[in-house]
């Protein structure tokens, strides 16, 4: 490819068995478009031939741990105007992918925008194009429904090393973190009620047994609202016991675990753009 890229759409995956699944993904050959693969523990197995002969995808190695890295590396070799964060394991087609640049192009005060998924997720979404510099009730995104424009405004946004798969401590939410500091910072935050891939897995988020994943939602409720979170934690909590899945005791205590940790964190407070 000659000319730069309009849109780079970012796959992380890992492990020889993830650039395979790569191979089985069929992105679609389209101009403007470009694919940057970031591959974590790939233990120096050969990129597949149907990878390799196309040059609008683009493989790099990294020696990285978690996928908060993995997709920091992709964004740091993406030359796209606008990025597509994406996985391995979702299928696109090139009028969803003109879609995406199209939104932009169309909405030009906006910097980041939020999009929807089909697949086997229960998840609500507004019915129209919604500012999210105020959250709608019950929103919350997905890593693959997040793109945005690549300028100075954007030059901040990474995803935070210290959440996601592969972290130490919090399993999840380095998605809606990403969020708050793309809010924090002033971008131009849009959702738009258009799908743009489709993914039949099933979300980290919503493994609550392990402690991972809850300790990322307690933190994330004390950096959006460090003044009210306790009570916030609280009524989390219930709604998780109403479930069945959690006690409310094991639900609260692990949120409000995360709440502490997060706080304390200096790392975790500079990056939401909280005082240290």
Known sequence: MTDAPILSVLISTYRPE?????????????NGIEYVV?????????????????????????????????????LANARGEFVLIADD???????????????????????YASFRYSGSEKKTYPDTITDLKKLPNGFYQSSIEIAFRRNLFTNGLQFCTMFGLGALFFKCG?????????????????????????????????????PGI???????????????????????????????KLRFSTASGRMLKGAFYALSNKTIRKYALLPI
């Open 38 to 74: 970031s591959w974590q523990e790939h233990h120096d197995f050969p990129v597949p031939e149907e990878i390799n002969q196309r040059s609008d995808i683009r493989v790099t190695r990294t020696e990285s741990k978690g996928l908060s890295n993995n997709r920091n590396n992709a």
């Open 18 to 30: 993830g650039i395979q699944r790569v191979s089985a993904m069929a992105l679609p050959r389209a």
């Open 89 to 111: 394991d979702v299928k696109y087609t090139h009028a969803q992918l003109q879609t995406i640049i199209d939104t932009f192009r169309n909405n030009p005060e906006t910097d």
């Open 174 to 210: 380095e998605e809606e973190l990403l969020l708050l500091r793309a809010r924090r910072l002033g971008l131009k935050c849009t959702f738009f009620p258009i799908t743009i891939t489709s993914h039949l897995h099933q979300s980290t988020g919503d493994r609550i047994s392990d």
């Open 214 to 244: 809850i300790y990322s939602k307690g933190a994330l409720i004390a950096l959006s609202h460090p003044a009210t979170f306790i009570p916030r934690v609280f009524v989390n909590a219930w709604r998780i016991s109403k479930t069945g």
